[in-house]
């Protein structure tokens, strides 16, 4: 009787957790060039994974307009970094020169950009605790 009721008692407890709080993650995108293409927008979880393009959690993709544009992606609340490209001639990749140049502008969370290479995680993070906006200028 005594392994049923602490069953009865876990099974509730289980059930009575919730999925973890989400939040929405607003990126406006700020120095667009040209309404044409799309820009794209990933948000990164883990150290490893950033920036790769099969490391990201999760994206957005909008339709790129002169000046500013905007996309939205409901996360769960954690800390991610972000990475922002306008991919102008809709290929889907962000294009680079025969020295692995971008070629294509592309900007990171918190603004942060590296010398000769991607920020850290930690320099292009942001902890999502609520719903945030943040503003990422492309160059």
Same mark, same amino acid.
Do not use: C, W
């Given at each position: 009787?005594?392994?049923?009721?602490?069953?009865?008692?876990?099974?509730?407890?289980?059930? *009575?957790?919730?999925?973890?709080?989400?939040?929405?993650?607003?990126?406006?995108?700020?120095?667009?060039?040209?309404?044409? &293409?799309?820009?794209?927008?990933?948000v990164y979880r883990k150290k490893d994974d950033f920036p790769s393009t099969t490391g990201r959690f999760k994206y957005a993709i909008v339709?790129?307009?002169? %000046?500013?544009?905007?996309?939205?992606?409901?996360?769960?609340?954690?800390?991610?970094?972000?990475?922002?490209?306008?991919?102008?001639?809709?290929?889907?990749?962000?294009?680079?020169? *025969?020295?692995?140049?971008?070629?294509?502008?592309? %900007?990171?969370?918190?603004?942060?950009? &590296?010398?000769?290479?991607?920020?850290?995680?930690?320099?292009?993070?942001?902890?999502?605790?609520?719903?945030?906006?943040?503003?990422?200028?492309?160059?």
């Amino acid at each position: 009787m005594h392994k049923l009721i602490l069953l009865i008692l876990t099974f509730g407890f289980l059930s *009575m957790q919730t999925a973890p709080k989400k939040s929405t993650l607003s990126v406006e995108v700020r120095g667009i060039k040209k309404s044409v &293409g799309k820009i794209f927008i990933a948000v990164y979880r883990k150290k490893d994974d950033f920036p790769s393009t099969t490391g990201r959690f999760k994206y957005a993709i909008v339709d790129a307009k002169v %000046g500013n544009t905007v996309g939205n992606i409901e996360l769960p609340n954690d800390t991610y970094a972000v990475a922002v490209f306008h991919d102008a001639n809709d290929n889907t990749v962000l294009d680079k020169n *025969m020295f692995g140049v971008p070629t294509e502008i592309y %900007g990171f969370g918190n603004n942060a950009r &590296g010398t000769f290479s991607a920020p850290s995680f930690e320099e292009a993070s942001i902890e999502l605790k609520q719903d945030k906006k943040i503003v990422v200028y492309i160059k």
